[in-house]
């Protein structure tokens, strides 16, 4: 599915083209339809600045984004980006946290931020007539963060509380672990968030150092959605952080390689939680609109196949979904879903049953339609509030190296044929292509794991 907010999503703006990005929206071309008005520029230091203006909306939403996340640390500072995302709400040179949280609510407004694998972000929403208020604080809080001794230590708690959290969190903590299958050995199978071993080594003089090395032109976006102007966002962009010196590094990444085969992670009690993983397209890729729609057609709403087959017909599960995750150079199309041990291994009998029947007899009449539409229902009732559409761009952008517009990308899906469905599956659902990763039982885990290596697709 095409993810409409934070997702542990990613970027790489090292990419992009100085002039053009894609097939998207031009650099200094404007879309206009219905009160929108969709605009691309730059900084005269080049930072780019995507404005989706709405004059019909009585809110605004900014977006710093920097295009580095959690595989860009090195593996003894994992989550040190997650860290100093953290600190950036800590206070600033000017303003203790306090006084942020206060000015920020006085103003009509919400502050937060996240970290992904590829990039962090920091945002305001609000109403429009306080965007300026939000302006100096977004402003300050990235150009002049106070990064302080005490914080680091208070927050490394707060951290590894996170870390802890996300852990106890099977249906998510899955997700995890399908990354560190496929990925590993690569900084992309990594916890966005780190992990306690890491976090608690990180310095202050570490932290800073990051900060110095990434927080900085070209690293750099500015996204803008709701009742604001383009050329007022241009200007307060330009000022705010054109003259912030250069980043001192690079970001250096090396693609992933897919590692088919079966993780298991061991946990306490009789549930699985499962995740099957196939290689995907990367977020620039022709196709990325075709696995989409074969994600929505396998497990994407209650009228998907396996989740007619596996809950609706049999039970053995509450809920079994896919997602299609297309990054900055790879992707993935995942499965997942909890059940018993004792009917775990039909469920993986069942789903591979679909997978195949999926590549012999392909798309059922209607089928391909019905998944447009749901993608469709998403993305325009997901696009309501201006922040889903800061997200949107932003992660678009980022990611492929284009802006578009969620009705381009409606365009793109409607050219999609069931052809070009059926052909990503007879090259991605095959034995010996897949990853599997188990977070149950040991010893029932290790028969389990023992049992899935006949599983075929």
Same mark, same amino acid.
């Given at each position: ?31 206009? &339809? ?41 593996? $003894? ?43 962090? $972000?920091?945002?305001?929403? *609000? ?5 300026? =208020?939000?302006?100096?604080?977004? &402003? ?44 590993? @050995? ?6 966005? %968030? ?40 241009? =200007?307060?962009?330009?000022? $705010? ?73 049999? %039970? ?14 790879? @992707?993935?199309?995942? =499965? ?34 019905? &998944? ?28 492929? %190296?284009?802006?578009? *517009? ?28 897949? $990853? ?22």
């Amino acid at each position: 599915m095409i993810i409409l907010k934070p997702n542990r999503n990613g970027s790489n703006i090292h990419s992009l083209k100085s002039t053009r990005y894609g097939t998207g929206v031009r650099e200094g071309a404007q879309l206009k &339809a219905k009160g929108e008005e969709l605009i691309l520029r730059k900084t005269p230091g080049g930072i780019p600045i995507i404005v989706d203006r709405l004059s019909y909306s009585r809110a605004a939403a900014l977006a710093v984004y920097i295009s580095v996340g959690s595989r860009d640390e090195p593996q $003894s500072k994992c989550g040190i980006a997650h860290m100093l995302e953290h600190l950036l709400f800590k206070g600033t040179e000017l303003r203790t946290a306090k006084q942020i949280a206060q000015e920020i609510e006085a103003a009509g407004g919400e502050l937060n931020g996240y970290t992904s694998k590829e990039l962090t $972000s920091y945002f305001i929403s *609000t109403l429009d007539e306080t965007l300026e =208020t939000a302006q100096n604080i977004l &402003a300050e809080i990235i150009s002049r963060p106070l990064l302080d001794a005490k914080d680091v230590k208070t927050e490394k708690k707060v951290v590894i509380q996170e870390i802890k959290m996300a852990e106890d969190d099977p249906d998510n903590y899955i997700h995890e672990l399908l990354a560190r299958a496929i990925w590993k @050995g690569n900084p992309m199978s990594k916890s966005e %968030g780190g992990e306690v071993d890491c976090v608690l080594p990180l310095s202050l003089r570490m932290i800073q150092d990051f900060y110095r090395s990434y927080y900085r032109p070209p690293h750099m976006a500015v996204v803008a959605t709701g009742n604001v102007d383009a050329d007022q966002i241009v =200007t307060w962009a330009a000022k $705010s952080f054109d003259e912030m010196p250069k980043a001192t590094r690079r970001v250096n990444r090396k693609t992933p390689q897919f590692h088919p085969g079966i993780e298991l992670f061991p946990r306490e009690g009789n549930q699985v939680y499962a995740a099957i993983g196939f290689p995907g397209v990367k977020a620039s890729h022709p196709d990325r609109y075709a696995q989409n729609l074969l994600s929505t057609v396998l497990a994407s709403g209650t009228s998907s196949r396996l989740y007619q087959k596996v809950r609706e017909e049999n %039970g053995l599960v509450y809920s079994i979904y896919s997602m299609s995750i297309a990054l900055s150079d790879c @992707g993935v199309l995942g =499965t997942f879903f909890s059940t018993s041990f004792e009917n775990a291994d039909k469920v993986f009998r069942l789903v591979s049953e679909e997978m195949r029947k999926f590549k012999d007899q392909g798309l059922e009449k209607g089928e391909l339609t019905r &998944a447009k539409r749901w993608i469709k229902g998403m993305i325009v009732r997901k696009l309501e509030p201006v922040e889903n559409r800061m997200f949107f761009l932003g992660e678009v952008f980022l990611q492929s %190296g284009k802006l578009m *517009t969620g009705a381009q990308i409606l365009e793109q899906l409607e050219k999609v044929t069931e052809e070009d469905v059926e052909r990503i599956a007879q090259t991605m659902f095959n034995q010996g292509k897949h $990853s599997i990763a188990l977070n149950a039982p040991k010893k029932e885990g290790r028969a389990l794991s023992k049992e899935l290596e006949s599983l075929d697709f």
